[in-house]
């Protein structure tokens, strides 16, 4: 039986506390709306109020994407295992076709609503050149430019909503 894709989930990004979700449940949670409120409330108010909607995302609920940390400081040397998967954002944009590219394990929309979280399956050992490798993959086949932040192996990842 193959391994479950687990990542850590917080309340929020200052929570110390964790719990390890896998996958299935992280898809769950942005298909069923486990974060609903937050994020529509945030998306309403994203252009007339940034710093309310900072404030709703700084408080919603989040997950490493691309990994499992020990309790405490959600820090790279933190992590406790990498789980074979990199998370790509594409901030100001919707682009279905990447919902079908050859890469995409799972995609959704951001929390804000106005761009897309694209999660691909990766050698965990070769984290950064995946980053690498996949940034440039998206320009030369979409023209879309991926956010460099994503080369955080610990970088955290609101949950959204995304019934789709």
Same mark, same amino acid.
């Given at each position: 039986?193959?391994?479950?894709?687990?990542?850590?989930?917080?309340?929020?990004?200052?929570?110390?506390?964790?719990?390890?979700?896998?996958?299935?449940?992280?898809?769950?949670?942005?298909?069923?709306?486990?974060?609903?409120?937050?994020?529509? &409330?945030?998306?309403?108010?994203?252009?007339?109020?940034?710093?309310?909607?900072?404030?709703?995302?700084?408080?919603?609920?989040?997950?490493?994407?691309?990994?499992?940390?020990?309790?405490?400081?959600?820090?790279?040397?933190?992590?406790?295992?990498?789980?074979?998967?990199?998370?790509?954002?594409?901030?100001?944009?919707?682009?279905?076709?990447?919902?079908?590219?050859?890469?995409?394990?799972?995609?959704?929309?951001?929390?804000?609503?106005?761009?897309?979280?694209?999660?691909?399956?990766?050698?965990?050992?070769?984290?950064?050149?995946?980053? *690498?490798?996949?940034? &440039?993959?998206?320009?030369?086949?979409? *023209?879309?430019?991926?956010?460099?932040?994503?080369?955080?192996?610990?970088?955290?990842?609101?949950?959204?909503?995304?019934?789709?």
């Amino acid at each position: 039986m193959a391994t479950k894709i687990q990542m850590s989930l917080y309340d929020n990004q200052f929570a110390k506390a964790k719990k390890d979700i896998d996958i299935e449940n992280y898809i769950g949670f942005i298909q069923h709306g486990a974060n609903q409120d937050a994020v529509i &409330q945030a998306r309403a108010i994203k252009a007339t109020d940034p710093e309310k909607y900072k404030k709703l995302k700084m408080g919603s609920k989040c997950v490493t994407g691309s990994a499992v940390l020990n309790e405490g400081e959600k820090t790279e040397k933190n992590i406790k295992s990498l789980n074979g998967l990199i998370v790509i954002d594409i901030d100001g944009q919707i682009n279905e076709e990447l919902k079908y590219d050859k890469y995409s394990y799972v995609t959704h929309r951001s929390f804000g609503g106005d761009g897309m979280c694209i999660f691909v399956r990766i050698n965990p050992d070769k984290f950064e050149d995946s980053f *690498n490798g996949l940034a &440039q993959y998206y320009y030369s086949e979409y *023209n879309v430019v991926i956010d460099q932040a994503c080369k955080n192996k610990n970088r955290l990842r609101y949950l959204s909503y995304d019934p789709d």
